[in-house]
């Protein structure tokens, strides 16, 4: 068995595989494929041209959704899907309202403006651009957590109250939003914003985290605006 999992650390869904993959204990390399300029033939592995794209052996599989079940199928333990059938469904959908519901509006109205187009552009983030960008926060972003605040209730995981999918979903599909300096209140989202801190302090995430830290971390940058 040899992995290998191609795209960028900053995406949301190469960072859940790989957080998946760090919980499972799984060793893979790692190959930081962009998928805007990707190497020669990178459509054999990934048909649609995107990030992630798992090689085990001389098998590729695409999307991160499959990739996690194909990953799971082949290292039940420690199983990373509740046995329950609802409970299964609910982990399931949990992680669709984060891959198709909240990271296409946090990744273009949100992460990119505040922190990959001032990176890959070299032109400083403006008040007008930050405040746009706030505005989809409030908007947009705002609802979404109102309701991951109810689904996560009083459990320190969201579905069962056992680590699933469901929470490297969610944690996943935060930590772009928290290097533009974007967090869900706590005041307001504490349960969100306490399980944010708990997921991210797991060693699967501390690690992706810190390697991201350059140069994706901007909130310094984005709080001087
Ligand atoms: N449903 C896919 C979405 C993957 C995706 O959209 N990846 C982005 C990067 S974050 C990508 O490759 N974009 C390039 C493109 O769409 O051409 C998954 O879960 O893997």
Redesign the pocket.
């Given at each position: 068995m040899s992995y290998t999992l191609f795209?960028?650390n900053v995406?949301?869904?190469?960072r859940?595989c790989r957080a998946f993959m760090a919980e499972k204990g799984l060793v893979y390399s790692h190959e930081s494929v962009n998928?805007?300029q990707p190497p020669a033939n990178f459509r054999q592995l990934?048909p649609?041209?995107?990030?992630?794209a798992l090689l085990d052996g001389d098998r590729a599989v695409?999307?991160?959704?499959?990739?996690c079940l194909y990953l799971e199928r082949c290292n039940p333990a420690p199983p990373l899907y509740p046995s329950d059938h609802y409970d299964y469904a609910r982990a399931l959908c949990l992680e669709e309202y984060i891959?198709?519901g909240m990271?296409p509006v946090a990744?273009p109205l949100v992460f990119r403006p505040l922190v990959m187009t001032p990176i890959v552009t070299r032109q400083p983030l403006t008040k007008e651009i930050k405040e746009a960008a706030l505005e989809v926060v409030e908007n947009q972003l705002g609802p979404m957590w109102d309701y991951l605040e109810r689904q996560l209730g009083g459990n320190d995981y969201f579905v069962a109250d056992t680590l699933s999918i469901a929470d490297i979903a969610v944690a996943s599909g935060h930590v772009g939003l928290w290097h533009g300096g974007v967090d869900p209140d706590p005041l307001h989202w504490p349960k969100l914003s306490a399980f944010l801190t708990r997921m991210w302090a797991r060693p699967a995430f501390v690690a992706l985290i810190a390697e991201e830290q350059k140069p994706w971390n901007q909130r310094a940058a984005v709080a001087a605006v």
């Open positions: 795209g960028v995406s949301p869904f190469v859940k998928p805007f990934s649609l041209g995107r990030i992630p695409f999307d991160s959704t499959a990739i891959d198709s990271l990744g």
